[in-house]
Every structure is written in C-alpha cells, then in structure tokens.
C-alpha cells in the first residue's frame, strides 16, 4: 500500500499525559499536512510543511503542540499536556506540490483523553 | 473571512433516486474546489478538484460541478455503498501568505436505502 499511513491508529490517555502521533506520506509528494476532525464537523487545517520546512500554523495550534518534519519524508505532531478538549481524529494528508494541490489523507489517528 | 457552506446537512434517499448536494464558497481567489468522502472512522478519500468556473468532472455515479458561488455533486441513480459524507472544501489563493490548507465544510451525510 502506497498511500499515506498514520500511526497508531488509536490513542487513549490521561488528561495531561503527553502523545506522539507519525504520519508517513506517499513517498514522492513534498508537502505534508495536519488537519484535526472532530464529531459532526469537517477537517481544520493545524499546520503544513514543504520538505522540512513549516511554512504555516493555525492559531488552532497551541503552544501545548509541535509538529516536525526532520528529513522531509515522515512528520511527527505531539500534543503536551493533553487535555480533554484535544480528543478528536487528527489527521494527515500529503500532496505532490509544484502546482498539484490534490491532498490524500490517511486514515487517521483517534486520540481520546480521559 | 474564507469559508464553504454544504448542504442539506443530511440526505436519504432510495435506491436509484438521483439527487444533488451543494457546496456554496466565499474566498478571497479560489485556488482549486475539492470534493472528498468520507466513511465512519477513516480518513476523507480523494474524489475531485475542480479549478474554474464551468468545469465538470465524472467518476461513475458521481458528477461534479463548479460556478463563481457554488459547486454541486450530482448523484445519479445511487446505490446503497454510496452512503458516506460528502466533504467539499476550498483552497484559497492567498498572495504572500497560506497557499496550503484546505478549508472544509462540515458535510453533507448520504444514505441510500435499497
């Protein structure tokens, strides 16, 4: 399977633990993506990346989150402190660029605090 | 302020009964207009973009359009694993700043009874 992948699938914690999320995207697009999705509601954008660089963040991203794209290939979004207003879908997605803007999510990582 | 408006909310409807859902826009310079589905707990799939007004795009039962306002998703004789949401959502040209994310409606829910 080529597309994007997203690990774990699944994540339940405890109000201020702190988690890590890895989203891989396909392998030849540049740009990488963050959206978080919650019950009823459409995606919101959090932040974007080309190659390593983060050209944008939402003001929906707290100072408790912090996403990272060492090498240009896979991304890591870690939320500190969660608190139960975090719980949603947070997804990932991935785009070819240089002028092609279709984006291909993942299947999404659930987070549930407690 | 940029955003996309779906409706109706949510749509049932019989087994090849042919139907449209609409996605009104407000953005500052559209980049491009995309539709996406989304199943129950997984990650919207990838299923149009449309760029300027008049185009049109066809994917099996399924018949995407676009005006200035507006774009509708033409559903023609449906069958029951057509049910899922239907997400449209924008890209805005914004010169100098964000010409990444994707700004979504909240859905529109689509079930078809046999």
């Known amino acids: 399977d080529t597309g994007v992948s997203q690990d774990p699938r699944h994540k339940i914690t405890k109000r201020g633990q702190n988690v890590t999320f890895r989203c891989d995207p396909i392998s030849e697009h540049n740009r990488l993506y963050w959206y978080r999705q919650t019950l009823g509601q459409g995606p919101e954008f959090l932040t974007y990346f080309q190659n390593e660089a983060q050209l944008e963040k939402s003001r929906l991203l707290s100072d408790r989150f912090s996403a990272e794209r060492p090498k240009g290939s896979f991304s890591t979004l870690e939320i500190q402190r969660t608190e139960q207003g975090d719980s949603a879908m947070y997804l990932c997605a991935s785009s070819l660029g240089m002028g092609n803007n279709e984006q291909f999510f993942g299947p999404g990582t659930r987070l549930t605090v407690l | 302020e940029d955003q996309v408006t779906q409706s109706p909310e949510a749509l049932r409807l019989q087994e090849g009964e042919s139907s449209s859902l609409n996605c009104s826009y407000t953005?500052?310079?559209?980049?491009?207009l995309f539709w996406y589905r989304q199943d129950p707990g997984k990650g919207p799939e990838f299923l149009f973009t449309l760029y300027s007004a008049g185009e049109e795009k066809e994917k099996e039962r399924l018949k995407a359009t676009l005006t200035k306002k507006e774009s509708f998703l033409h559903i023609t004789a449906p069958k029951p694993e057509d049910s899922a949401t239907y997400l449209c959502?924008?890209?805005?040209?914004?010169?100098?700043?964000?010409?990444?994310?994707?700004?979504f409606g909240k859905g529109t829910k689509l079930s078809v009874k046999p």
């Open positions: 959502a924008v890209q805005a040209r914004n010169y100098g700043g964000s010409q990444g994310n994707l700004i």
């Open positions: 953005v500052s310079g559209l980049r491009g």
